[in-house]
């Protein structure tokens, strides 16, 4: 059984940072790109990040590029995000996503259950 | 960043009633687009791929067409398990776009 388990989400002022962590279990980790998808509350869904298969190929959203970082670490089946100089407006529920690719733009078959980042003084 | 126009941005409806909504690209994406679910308080939920590729496990009451810009998820006969909110996501090109979404309310 396909499993995502994200942790990390926490209550963070405004220009602080976090790492969020998405544990993957039931499949072969390095053979799939993962992403983060992010929902603000009563809002809609909003792509954040990708990774490919390797780690060799990240992308983000315009919104968040250059204050975070995606990344992937095989050997602990576990995929990552840092956040960093948050805003209000990046307070939002963060999904982890498996892509039905190994370098991804195929969709996303499997989602954790998220983790929630608040940012507030 | 490629635009996702979704319409309408909610609608009401009864059980066993037909429903399409529909999804527009502000660039042409090819077949490069897929629908989502998402039930209250849930992760959303993968129902097509590739335009109208069934994700193993959808009820075949769902089904997606269209190419280049203009797509559309119908639903045929609705079910209670069905009232959720629908999102487009193209995977045509980074960074992915979602659509703002469609809510399907009980009529």
């Known amino acids: 059984e396909v499993l995502l388990l994200e942790s990390g989400g926490d209550l963070v002022q405004p220009g602080g940072s976090l790492r969020l962590s998405c544990a993957a279990s039931g499949f072969t980790f390095n053979t799939y790109a993962m992403s983060w998808v992010r929902q603000a509350p009563g809002k809609g869904l909003e792509w954040v990040s990708g990774i490919s298969d390797s780690g060799g190929r990240t992308y983000y959203a315009d919104s968040v590029k250059g204050r975070f970082s995606i990344s992937r670490d095989s050997s602990k089946n576990t995929l990552y995000l840092q956040i960093n100089s948050l805003r209000a407006e990046d307070a939002a529920l963060y999904y982890c996503a498996r892509d039905r690719g190994n370098y991804g733009l195929a969709g996303f078959d499997y989602w954790g259950q998220g983790t929630l980042v608040t940012v507030s003084s | ?107």
Request: charged fraction near 15%; hydrophobic fraction near 30%.
């Open chain 2, 1 to 107: 960043a490629i635009q996702l126009t979704q319409s309408p941005s909610s609608l009401s409806a009864s059980v066993g009633d037909g429903v399409t909504i529909t999804c527009r690209a502000s660039q042409d994406i090819g077949n490069d687009l897929g629908w989502y679910q998402q039930r209250p308080g849930k992760a959303p939920k993968l129902l097509i791929y590739a335009t109208s590729s069934l994700q193993s496990g959808v009820p075949s009451r769902f089904s997606g067409s269209g190419s280049g810009t203009d797509f559309t998820l119908t639903i045929s006969g609705l079910q209670p398990e069905d009232f959720a909110t629908y999102y487009c996501l193209q995977d045509y090109n980074y960074p992915l776009t979602f659509g703002g979404g469609t809510k399907v309310e009980i009529k």
